[in-house]
């Protein structure tokens, strides 16, 4: 059973226009949510976190919204960059369980010129 | 700082063979983690440690021991290989940030495994 879902694979946008991803979870008992950045044969890297005590947490380009009754988190970005394509990931925790992450499977966002 | 390191990036088993992929941080983080990413599927947890001695399973374990002698440490190792164990597998590490802060978990490169 997939707890975090990212049901669109992929995504393609054109730089300088907003970019939406989104993100779906089943388990109610998480508490904290994390998007990941990852480039062909790299690891994931870290771009953005919001507590469900918020419903939005913004960092320069990059927001991420939550609707906790919807079970439902996007990231936003604008305006986007080709630089910005890349996968996506969406991911899911228990405030204490500091490292055990849920993942989504990914959405592949390409922005081209 | 090197972050978290991982060795070998790439390497071919032929099944029932056993190896370890080797993982290190630098960062005295407590927290480490193993993941494999299939296609479809994104990161799935295999098994984790909150501090040197302890260790735990994660989403799907079978097949792989860990341990966790050192903070800087947390090698993953393959029994017996197996071809469903063909995939991406990445480490990382992770610790309590401060309050207010953002947190962030930091992945290694990644080792990709193919099993014959």
């Known amino acids: 059973d997939q707890q975090v879902k990212q049901n669109s694979p992929s995504l393609s946008v054109q730089e300088g226009r907003i970019s939406i991803l989104n993100c779906d979870y089943t388990n109610s008992m998480f508490d904290y949510f994390l998007w990941y950045k990852k480039y062909p044969a790299e690891g994931p890297t870290f771009l953005i976190s919001i507590s469900s005590i918020k419903d939005k947490n913004e960092d320069g380009r990059f927001t991420v919204f939550l609707n906790k009754s919807a079970k439902h988190l996007s990231l936003h970005i604008v305006p986007s960059q080709p630089g910005d394509s890349a996968v996506y990931f969406c991911a899911a925790r228990r405030s204490y369980n500091t490292d055990k992450l849920i993942f989504g499977t990914g959405t592949r966002l390409q922005v081209f010129p | 700082n090197a972050g978290v390191t991982q060795t070998p990036k790439f390497q071919v088993l032929k099944t029932g063979q056993s190896m370890t992929l080797q993982c290190a941080q630098d960062?005295?983080?407590?927290?480490m983690s193993w993941y494999r990413q299939d296609p479809g599927m994104g990161l799935r947890l295999i098994h984790y440690?909150?501090?040197?001695?302890?260790?735990d399973q994660g989403e799907v374990p079978n097949g792989y021991n860990v341990s966790r002698s050192t903070t800087e440490d947390f090698p993953l190792r393959l029994l017996s290989a197996a071809p469903s164990q063909t995939s991406v597998y990445f480490c990382?590490?992770?610790?309590?940030?401060?309050?207010?802060?953002?947190?962030?978990?930091?992945f290694g490169p990644g080792t990709r495994l193919l099993v014959l």
């Open positions: 960062m005295n983080h407590e927290y």
């Open positions: 990382a590490s992770s610790y309590d940030p401060p309050a207010g802060a953002q947190e962030t978990q930091y």
């Open positions: 440690s909150v501090g040197a001695g302890i260790t």
